[in-house]
């Protein structure tokens, strides 16, 4: 799931330029900080791209099952 939230904050916001979260338990802000961080200077158009790639094969995944 950090991989659609990282995409989806790419294709909003663009490349992650906010400071990473420093509290001791901000796990979860740490680790969607991280998912979109490795993105790097992933343009928004393929970011958007490759959120919907990755839902069709999840799709197709879940479909198949």
Same mark, same amino acid.
């Given at each position: ?9 790419? *294709? ?15 796990? *979860?802000?740490? *680790? ?34």
């Amino acid at each position: 799931m950090l991989m659609f939230y990282s995409y989806y904050k790419q *294709a909003a916001l663009g490349p992650c330029n906010i400071p990473r979260p420093t509290g001791y338990w901000d796990t *979860a802000g740490k *680790a969607k900080w991280d998912a979109w961080n490795s993105l790097g200077n992933m343009s928004k158009e393929e970011a958007m791209q490759a959120y919907v790639n990755d839902i069709q094969l999840v799709s197709i995944f879940t479909m198949s099952s």
